[in-house]
């Protein structure tokens, strides 16, 4: 049984930074490419970005180009979301997801396996 688990949220400053981990439990982690997304109550889950198994290659949504990145490091199990220059639109829960296997998608449905989410609050 997979499991993800994401740390690392938290109430942050405008203009502040995070760096949230997600650790995949399993044996085949670098077989599925990655995503994390978000949502904020009463809203839909928004993706955020995905990264492909290897990590060379990834992909964001417009609103966190050029502020998030994502990464991940195979060996450990583990992918991030470095974010930076973070605005009080920013604040939602925060879920890392398990791809189905192929090429990096950002539709929800799409991902098979969620965490259970870590809260990023910004205030201005």
């Known amino acids: 049984q997979v499991q993800l688990a994401e740390s690392g949220g938290g109430p942050v400053p405008a203009g502040g930074s995070l760096r949230p981990p997600c650790v995949y439990s399993?044996?085949?982690?670098?077989?599925?490419?990655m995503g994390w997304f978000r949502q904020v109550l009463g809203q839909e889950r928004e993706f955020v970005a995905a990264?492909?198994?290897?990590?060379?290659?990834?992909t964001y949504a417009d609103s966190v180009k050029g502020r998030y990145t994502i990464s991940r490091d195979n060996p450990k199990n583990a992918v991030y979301l470095q974010m930076y220059s973070l605005k009080p639109e920013d604040t939602a829960v925060y879920y890392c997801?398990?791809?189905?296997?192929?090429?990096?998608?950002?539709?929800?449905?799409?991902?098979?396996?969620w965490g259970q989410g870590t809260q990023v609050t910004v205030s201005s």
């Open positions: 399993g044996r085949t982690f670098s077989e599925y490419f």
């Open positions: 997801a398990r791809g189905r296997r192929g090429v990096v998608r950002v539709e929800a449905a799409e991902y098979d396996s």
């Open positions: 990264i492909t198994r290897s990590g060379v290659g990834a």
